[in-house]
């Protein structure tokens, strides 16, 4: 009888154990879920920032005259002839810098999509612990 009592309570005991380190393995699953989000949506604010900036950088290089051609610096001076190579020159840099903006702006909007997508995993993973630890 002093057996069967002693198994029970024995088998009684690492159940109850099991189901402590099941919680915190559980904890230790939600805790550490937390920080990847956190750090997620950190890099998912900066990456958006870093893509407005490019944007307006952008925008204004597109709304910039494509030919800047210096005014007279007093009313009665003649307009100077611009030098061709010149002009140019500047519309192939300014060319340039917009195609690169596009790629930057291309290349971060790819980025915050896969930020995006990490972020509903996770948001997945943690309401499926949430919904094991309410069982």
Same mark, same amino acid.
């Given at each position: 009888m002093r057996t069967i009592l002693f198994l029970?309570?024995? %088998?009684? !005991?690492?159940?109850?154990?099991a189901d402590e380190n099941k919680g915190t393995d559980t904890e230790k699953q939600m805790? #550490?879920?937390? @920080?990847?989000?956190?750090?997620?949506?950190?890099? !998912?604010? !900066? %990456?958006q920032q870093q893509f407005m900036m490019i944007q307006e950088l952008r925008r204004n290089d597109m709304a910039e005259p494509p030919m800047n051609i210096p005014l007279p610096s007093t009313p009665g001076q003649s307009i100077p002839v611009?030098?061709?190579n010149n002009l140019m020159q500047q519309k192939q840099e300014?060319? #340039?810098?917009?195609? @690169?903006? %596009?790629?930057? =702006?291309?290349?971060?909007?790819a980025r915050f999509t896969e930020l995006e997508n990490e972020k509903q995993?996770? =948001?997945? #993973?943690?309401? !499926?612990?949430? #919904? @094991?630890t309410e069982e």
């Open positions: 029970l309570a024995l %088998t009684f !005991s690492l159940a109850v154990w805790r #550490q879920l937390e @920080k990847a989000l956190a750090r997620i949506q950190q890099e !998912s604010q !900066s %990456t611009p030098n061709y300014r060319d #340039q810098r917009i195609e @690169k903006y %596009t790629a930057d =702006l291309n290349r971060l909007y995993v996770i =948001l997945e #993973q943690i309401r !499926s612990l949430e #919904q @094991k």
